[in-house]
């Protein structure tokens, strides 16, 4: 009798004692945030891309092949005009200007694969961590 009564109080005790207590969500995985639309280019010969972001594509794409930057093509580009300062790869807690941003999306070769830059007019490069292998 002094046994069943004794857990008869635990067993009031920890219904007490959790439904005092907060129940916690459980953890929920965080999406990945989709990926920036594809932004309407119109293209152009590569010649007619600045001197300036020409140099800066193939010195990022030949130090991240390793290679020689004269080793590097670039394959293609278009003409786009960006929506803000991230030039369409924004990165999670940066902030970025808030104006049109005319640049480029240049395709950078090289006999290890290719990579695709966002550029704005003035050299500045930015690789979205897209990378084309060259055996797709």
Same mark, same amino acid.
């Given at each position: 009798m002094a046994r069943t009564l004794l857990i008869g109080v635990f067993m009031v005790a920890g219904v007490a004692l959790a439904g005092g207590m907060? =129940?916690?969500?459980?953890? =929920? +995985?965080?999406?990945a945030p989709p990926l920036t639309p594809l932004i309407p280019g119109a293209p152009v010969a590569t010649s007619a891309i600045p001197r300036d972001v020409r140099r800066a594509v193939v #010195?990022?794409? #030949?130090? +991240?092949f390793r290679v020689q930057q004269n080793a590097v093509v670039l394959a293609g580009a278009e003409k786009v005009t960006w929506p803000d300062g991230a030039l369409g790869c924004p990165e999670p807690g +940066? *902030?970025? $200007?808030q104006a049109l941003v005319p640049g480029f999306r240049v395709v950078a070769k090289t006999l290890a694969g290719e990579l695709l830059y966002h550029t704005d $007019? &003035? &050299? +500045? *490069? *930015?690789?979205c961590a897209r990378l084309i292998t060259a055996d797709r």
């Open positions: 907060q =129940t916690i969500a459980p953890p =929920t +995985r965080i999406p #010195a990022d794409a #030949a130090q +991240r +940066r *902030v970025y $200007s $007019s &003035g &050299g +500045r *490069v *930015v690789n």
